[in-house]
């Protein structure tokens, strides 16, 4: 149980245009849902904290209005980058959670953007 | 901000055990956690440890925790090929998991 699944799992676009990522909970419903960056050879860092039917949080230094967060249901969140560049290029990581506590959040298995 | 190290690259022999070090900043972390990263796979909760412990024993998985100088290990006896994968240790800090930048662990034969 517990699964998180993402899609695509790769993408190659072209600079300028919008790519929309979905992150999935298959078995269970997230109150919750977790959108991360990984940068090679650096560490996860969270993006964005989404709760289904209300705006997004974001940390600092993320811009809100190129990576647009939509969790319209308890099963399903997107991450879409708008006017996407190369430095947008990376590995997008989301996660979904059961409730309160870190052990109740689950990873998919990453989303893979490369940025022409 | 806060901070969490770990070292990059980890070899080692299988059936040896393994190391994985991490030191973290945030001292007010309630719990500290090692996850697993395989290629293709979300990451995996692998275990966690209370701030208040020193020690953490789940079958082939030995976690200690030194407060006074933050620093966390994770230790995996008997290593197979299948522990290959990439560890990160991670902290809370507000409700939120900072990571540390993971180890890749290859196991040879």
């Known amino acids: 149980g517990a699964v998180v699944s993402q899609h695509p799992s790769r993408v190659i676009c072209k600079s300028g245009t919008s790519v929309k990522i979905e992150c999935r909970s298959l078995?269970?419903?997230?109150?919750?849902m977790f959108w991360y960056r990984q940068f090679p050879k650096k560490s996860l860092m969270l993006m964005a904290t989404?709760?289904?039917?209300?705006?997004?949080?974001?940390e600092q230094g993320v811009e809100k209005d190129k990576f647009l967060i939509n969790h319209a249901s308890l099963t399903l969140s997107t991450l879409t980058v708008t006017s996407a560049h190369p430095e947008d290029s990376s590995f997008y990581i989301c996660?979904?959670?059961?409730?309160?506590?870190?052990?109740?959040?689950?990873f998919g298995p990453g989303t893979r953007l490369l940025v022409l | 901000g806060e901070d969490v190290e770990q070292s990059l690259f980890l070899s080692v022999r299988e059936g040896d055990s393994s190391v994985i070090n991490c030191t973290y900043t945030?001292?007010?972390?309630?719990?500290l956690y090692w996850y697993k990263q395989e290629p293709g796979a979300g990451l995996q909760l692998l275990t966690y440890?209370?701030?208040?412990?020193d020690m953490k024993q789940d079958q082939r998985l030995t976690v200690l925790l030194n407060k006074k100088d933050k620093h966390l290990s994770l230790r995996i006896a008997d290593t197979q090929t299948g522990d290959s994968a990439i560890y990160f240790c991670?902290?809370?800090?507000?409700?939120?998991?900072?990571f540390g930048t993971g180890t890749r662990l290859q196991v040879f034969p």
């Open positions: 996660s979904a959670s059961t409730g309160m506590g870190v052990e109740t959040q689950y």
């Open positions: 078995d269970f419903q997230a109150t919750t």
């Open positions: 989404s709760n289904e039917g209300s705006k997004a949080t974001y």
């Open positions: 945030d001292s007010s972390s309630t719990y």
């Open positions: 440890i209370f701030s208040n412990m």
């Open positions: 991670a902290e809370t800090f507000t409700d939120k998991l900072i």
